[in-house]
């Protein structure tokens, strides 16, 4: 092993300890979900933002306010609401005076949206306007209000909510904001060991408190060190061939050509080798894995993949889709095992 090399596996050998430490603060609120709570955290090493959803009392708003307690970052979370305006995001200039000369000008006041963590809680509450607000936050990092553009402080992560099972009242989110969550989480019920444990657990009048184990710098670190992470071409070329084969006009798989009206474009294979570079990481190697591959292509392809109208009657979601093709499809040439 070649110094330089030696050198990214003595920093990851110590940054993973503190995302073990960090997993172990989560773990004394959030009982079980050790899926979701993993892909949250592939979601910070790659450097992107989550869509969590799942019905409500699963712990979505409470699982990403303890994750926020434990990295030691600004955090916020946005209530969203079908009143709320994007001035209450982004902020909102305000006329003052000064005590001196008596002048008086706008000031720009900064809203939630300038934190590290934000929560959107219930996106799909608000309307499109409100929605559209947040684009260039999630995808330039920076806001821009009037004639003068804001930096936002790195890192940024925005991880939203939103309930599956309520559609009066509600906004669906646009494909096109969706395609900007790197990860689209889906949260399910937890298990009978689980459920009863956190009925233990939450009942009585002991509360954990929760230590700040990881820093923003170790974050932005992270994100580096996940680029570093080697992947051979055979599984680059196996993650093309995924993307390619969800679209119906380049595939040659009937299924495909059968169910689906829209397939991924190459930002979906983007986040299929950031977030499978960030899962063996997340593990402590310093290589991708096709189980890597395997464990994010769901979460990656569940919001990039439109079904038709009749796939959507039959129950084929685009779940089953991503899972058919992951298991026709074969990788080929020399891979990291």
């Given at each position: 092993?070649?110094?330089?090399?030696?050198?990214?596996?003595?920093?990851?050998?110590?940054?993973?300890?503190?995302?073990?430490?960090?997993?172990?603060?989560?773990?004394?609120?959030?009982?079980?979900?050790?899926?979701?709570?993993?892909?949250?955290?592939?979601?910070?090493?790659?450097?992107?933002?989550?869509?969590?959803?799942?019905?409500?009392?699963?712990?979505?708003?409470?699982?990403?306010?303890?994750?926020?307690?434990?990295?030691?970052?600004?955090?916020?979370?946005?209530?969203?609401?079908?009143?709320?305006?994007?001035?209450?995001?982004?902020?909102?200039?305000?006329?003052?005076?000064?005590?001196?000369?008596?002048?008086?000008?706008?000031?720009?006041?900064?809203?939630?949206?300038?934190?590290?963590?934000?929560?959107?809680?219930?996106?799909?509450?608000?309307?499109?306007?409100?929605?559209?607000?947040?684009?260039?936050?999630?995808?330039?990092?920076?806001?821009?209000?009037?004639?003068?553009?804001?930096?936002?402080?790195?890192?940024?992560?925005?991880?939203?909510?939103?309930?599956?099972?309520?559609?009066?009242?509600?906004?669906?989110?646009?494909?096109?904001?969706?395609?900007?969550?790197?990860?689209?989480?889906?949260?399910?019920?937890?298990?009978?060991?689980?459920?009863?444990?956190?009925?233990?657990?939450?009942?009585?009048?002991?509360?954990?408190?929760?230590?700040?184990?990881?820093?923003?710098?170790?974050?932005?670190?992270?994100?580096?060190?996940?680029?570093?992470?080697?992947?051979?071409?055979?599984?680059?070329?196996?993650?093309?061939?995924?993307?390619?084969?969800?679209?119906?006009?380049?595939?040659?798989?009937?299924?495909?050509?059968?169910?689906?009206?829209?397939?991924?474009?190459?930002?979906?294979?983007?986040?299929?080798?950031?977030?499978?570079?960030?899962?063996?990481?997340?593990?402590?190697?310093?290589?991708?894995?096709?189980?890597?591959?395997?464990?994010?292509?769901?979460?990656?392809?569940r919001h990039r993949v439109l079904v038709n109208f009749r796939a959507e009657a039959e129950g084929i979601t685009s779940d089953k889709v991503a899972s058919h093709l992951l298991n026709t499809i074969e990788v080929k040439g020399k891979q990291t095992t």
């Open positions: 092993m070649d110094k330089e090399l030696q050198r990214i596996a003595d920093e990851v050998e110590m940054l993973s300890g503190k995302l073990k430490a960090l997993k172990q603060e989560i773990g004394k609120v959030i009982i079980g979900q050790e899926e979701t709570v993993s892909q949250l955290l592939i979601t910070f090493l790659a450097g992107g933002h989550a869509l969590l959803e799942g019905v409500p009392g699963l712990a979505k708003t409470l699982m990403i306010r303890t994750l926020a307690n434990a990295i030691d970052l600004k955090f916020k979370r946005i209530q969203f609401t079908p009143d709320l305006m994007p001035s209450d995001i982004i902020g909102t200039e305000i006329l003052e005076e000064d005590h001196t000369t008596g002048k008086k000008f706008f000031k720009f006041n900064k809203g939630p949206i300038f934190s590290n963590i934000i929560l959107a809680d219930e996106i799909n509450r608000t309307p499109p306007k409100t929605q559209a607000a947040l684009l260039e936050a999630m995808q330039e990092f920076e806001v821009t209000y009037g004639d003068k553009t804001y930096p936002l402080d790195k890192p940024f992560f925005i991880l939203a909510t939103q309930n599956p099972i309520e559609q009066s009242g509600t906004f669906v989110l646009p494909e096109a904001q969706q395609d900007r969550f790197l990860l689209y989480i889906k949260i399910g019920y937890p298990t009978k060991q689980d459920e009863e444990a956190i009925l233990k657990a939450t009942t009585g009048t002991f509360k954990k408190k929760l230590n700040k184990v990881i820093s923003g710098e170790d974050i932005v670190r992270l994100q580096q060190l996940v680029r570093e992470i080697s992947i051979s071409d055979a599984l680059i070329t196996f993650v093309s061939d995924i993307i390619r084969a969800t679209r119906p006009e380049t595939t040659t798989d009937s299924y495909v050509k059968d169910w689906v009206d829209w397939g991924a474009g190459p930002r979906a294979g983007q986040a299929m080798i950031l977030t499978a570079k960030a899962n063996a990481l997340l593990e402590g190697r310093l290589a991708v894995t096709l189980n890597d591959i395997k464990s994010v292509a769901l979460p990656v392809l």
